[in-house]
Structure formats: structure tokens, C-alpha cells
T-cell receptor, first 114, second 111 residues
Framework: DTGVSQDPRHKITKRGQNVTFRCDPI?????LYWYRQTLGQGPEFLTY????????KSRLLSDRFSAERPKGSFSTLEIQHTEQGDSAMYLC????????????FGAGTRLSVL | KNEVEQSPQNLTAQEGEFITINCSYS?????LHWLQQHPGGGIVSLFM???GKKKHGRLIATINIQEKHSSLHITASHPRDSAVYIC?????????????FGKGTHLIIQP
């Protein structure tokens, strides 16, 4: 257990539905990252936050994807109007700061879109 | 061409063998990470390197900044080392702060 929690661990949804995933980082970590990993590939960076500020979102895969970290603690990743191609593992990681950028990963949320 | 390339993609070895996994990258970096991923998704950070060499137990990681190359070595390999080993880089010069990952090396150590 790295201390980063993700919920749910698995999500099965029908195409067209909206889904939201939650990540609780290690409490003193001010940086939080979202990644997506498809089968047989390495993780792919989506977005990250420093405290409540979203500093990079151009890597989000489409405008159906959005992320928030309203109080600088937990974060949510929402996918609207899900498509079958969204099926993947969604990983969250947190780190203390840029200089000590050891990222601690959660176990991920596996999304299956039917 | 991916910015981070790993080799081999798959590696099967016998218990006790010395293992080397290679990572080459094509961008300027400020740090390189080696991570381990077990079935089910859990990713654990093994090393973060910006120069030289680091050792932790039976694991050794080296990086050559000039050649844009890093290696992960496992000495006296054991079946519990079986996992996917992933190389990831943080690019230098600002911009997105997330890591760029290789596709991973799937290692199986047979007893």
C-alpha cells in the first residue's frame, strides 16, 4: 500500500454514460497526477495538479475528460459520454514537490465500457 | 518513434541469473525513473536517477546522460522479481510535469 487510494477499483459502464473516479493522495503531497494505461502499454500522462491548480490539461484525451482538485486534497477524473475506447486502467499518483518527484501510485481504477 | 524505448519487451530467465533491462530516450530529461508493476496494476517506484548509479538491495540502476541511456540490473534473480519493469522520464525545460513512460519489459523468472 503506497498510501494513494483510488475508488472504485473497477467500474463497468455502458457506452454513453458518465463516470467519475476519485483519488486520495498521500496527505502532505501537493502534486497529483492522472495517467491512463491501456493493455500492453506504459501509462500515458493526462493531467496534473499542484495543490488545487491544474497546471497541465492539454494532454487530456478529449473534451469529454475533465479533472478537479477543489480543495487541493482529493481529486476526481470524470469522463462524459464514455466510449468503448475509454476502457483502460486509470492511475493516480502523488508526489511531494517537483524537486523530490518520486511519484507514489495508487492501484488504479479499471474502466470497462460495454 | 516513442520518446522512451525499452528492451527487451519480454524476458524469461532462470532463477539466479543476472538480469539487464535497457532504456533509451530521445528527449532532454531532468530525471529518469524505474518502476515495477505487478499484475493488477500496482506500480512501485524503484529508483529516480539524474546521474550515475544507485543500488538498493539486489537492484542497480545506472544512467548515462550523454548517451541518453539507462539500465536496470537485477542480481541473483528470484521468481518474486517477476513483474513488468517500466522506465519513465521527466522532461527538462518546463512544460508538462508528468512522466513519459516506456512500454515496459515483462520479466519472468522461472524457478
Amino acid at each position: 500500500d503506497t498510501g494513494v487510494s483510488q475508488d472504485p477499483r473497477h467500474k463497468i459502464t455502458k457506452r454513453g454514460q458518465n463516470v467519475t473516479f476519485r483519488c486520495d493522495p498521500i496527505s502532505e503531497h501537493n502534486r497529483l497526477y492522472w495517467y491512463r494505461q491501456t493493455l500492453g502499454q506504459g501509462p500515458e500522462f493526462l493531467t496534473y495538479f499542484q495543490n488545487e491548480a491544474q497546471l497541465e490539461k492539454s494532454r487530456l484525451l478529449s473534451d469529454r475528460f475533465s479533472a478537479e482538485r477543489p480543495k487541493g486534497s482529493f481529486s476526481t477524473l470524470e469522463i462524459q459520454h464514455t466510449e468503448q475506447g475509454d476502457s483502460a486502467m486509470y492511475l493516480c499518483a502523488s508526489s511531494l514537490n517537483r524537486a523530490k518527484n518520486i511519484q507514489y501510485f495508487g492501484a488504479g481504477t479499471r474502466l470497462s465500457v460495454l | 518513434k516513442n520518446e522512451v524505448e525499452q528492451s527487451p519487451q519480454n524476458l524469461t530467465a532462470q532463477e539466479g541469473e543476472f538480469i539487464t533491462i535497457n532504456c533509451s530516450y530521445s528527449v532532454g530529461i531532468s530525471a529518469l525513473h524505474w518502476l515495477q508493476q505487478h499484475p493488477g496494476g500496482g506500480i512501485v517506484s524503484l529508483f529516480m536517477l539524474s546521474s550515475g548509479k544507485k543500488k538498493h538491495g539486489r537492484l542497480i540502476a545506472t544512467i548515462n546522460i550523454q548517451e541518453k541511456h539507462s539500465s536496470l540490473h537485477i542480481t541473483a534473480s528470484h521468481p518474486r522479481d517477476s513483474a513488468v519493469y517500466i522506465c519513465a522520464v521527466r522532461t527538462s525545460g518546463g512544460g508538462a510535469d508528468g512522466l513519459t513512460f516506456g512500454k515496459g519489459t515483462h520479466l519472468i523468472i522461472q524457478p
